[in-house]
Nanobody
Framework: QVQVVESGGGLVQAGVSLRLSCAAS????????MGWYRQAPGKQRELVAT???????NYADSLKGRFTISRDNAKSTVYLQMNNLKPEDTAVYYC????????????WGQGTQVTVSS
């Protein structure tokens, strides 16, 4: 069952910013770590960033300093602020709740496409 809805992607030029949003059901969001993932054409899905219920964040090394993950617990929503976008950031971005034992808590949603032109 899909319990996440991503939005906010688009076609942008290199150097600009985008803010992605993900609305999650309570059962997925409540008290769980949330994460953003992305899948570029021809590549496997990768974990971009995570945020715990208490607000602790973690990022893929290559994205530190440009991407910021945050969450609004009152709205069951997680955000990804992406600055200084590069063509290599082009991908479909997904959110989900990673399990500590592996896997995720929700079926994957449609994702939101981010395309960065040079």
């Amino acid at each position: 069952q899909v319990q996440v809805v991503e939005s906010g992607g688009g076609l942008v030029q290199a150097g600009v910013s985008l803010r992605l949003s993900c609305a999650a059901s309570g059962s997925v969001f409540f008290c769980n770590t949330m994460g953003w993932y992305r899948q570029a054409p021809g590549k496997q899905r990768e974990l971009v960033a995570t945020v715990t219920n208490g607000g602790n964040t973690n990022y893929a090394d290559s994205l530190k300093g440009r991407f910021t993950i945050s969450r609004d617990n009152a709205k069951s929503t997680v955000y990804l602020q992406m600055n200084n976008l590069k063509p290599e950031d082009t991908a479909v971005y997904y959110c989900n709740a990673p399990r500590s034992t592996g896997g995720v808590r929700s079926s994957w949603g449609q994702g939101t496409q981010v395309t960065v032109s040079s």
